[in-house]
């Protein structure tokens, strides 16, 4: 019995590594994987080259709040270009209870928005290395170019500002 607490004490605490935020344009997008909510596979960032995009990854499930004021402005804005998000949780144990935590999602989200929705659960943790995940209530909102490339990072919130510099940056990638 001591075994499995140990056990699950330490499955709990490894997935609560701590990594700091980072500065990524310039970079390259990594090679994770991940599935939608439709249960279609997904390859980042091959399946996502020859088009800029727009992922808002989130960490914690208050990420939402963020994320949503992210969807609204977009829409508010008439954004055009293609968004994402991603659910990011790392660790075993939430990979153990992926199938619930996405039948939860799929409860709080209508249908038609299921393929938009594409969760990380096996390499969440190289995505939060990648972003950081301090302050992870807050959304890590990703402009990435044709190439795979990082041309927008913002991890500070919602802000008018931040939404009209994304939109800004993509018709640049747009125009060119």
């Known amino acids: 019995m ?10 709990i605490f490894s997935s609560c590594s701590s ?17 939608s909510l439709e249960g279609k596979a997904y390859q980042f960032p091959d399946d996502f080259l020859g088009t800029p995009t727009l992922f808002l990854i989130g960490y914690k499930h208050k990420s939402q709040f ?12 008439k954004a055009k270009m ?6 990011t949780i790392k660790g075993m144990f939430p990979q153990m209870f992926s ?8 409860k709080g989200i209508p249908k038609p928005l299921w393929k938009g929705v594409i969760t990380i659960y ?11 995940n301090t302050n992870p209530r807050s959304s890590r909102v990703i402009l990435m170019d044709k190439n795979g490339k990082v041309t927008y990072f913002h991890d500070g919130g919602f802000s008018v500002e931040e939404l009209n510099k994304v939109i ?8 060119k």
């Open 19 to 35: 990594y700091p935020n980072q500065n990524l344009v310039g970079k390259d997008f990594p090679s994770v994987s991940g599935n």
């Open 82 to 87: 293609p968004v994402y998000e991603l659910p």
């Open 122 to 132: 096996k390499d969440g943790k190289d995505v939060q290395k990648f972003t950081g």
């Open 2 to 11: 001591k075994k499995v607490v140990s056990i699950l004490v330490l499955l």
């Open 168 to 175: 800004a940056a993509h018709k640049k990638l747009i125009t």
């Open 99 to 106: 199938t619930q935590i996405d039948n939860g999602m799929r």
């Open 66 to 77: 963020d994320i949503d004021r992210w969807l609204i402005g977009l829409d508010m804005k």
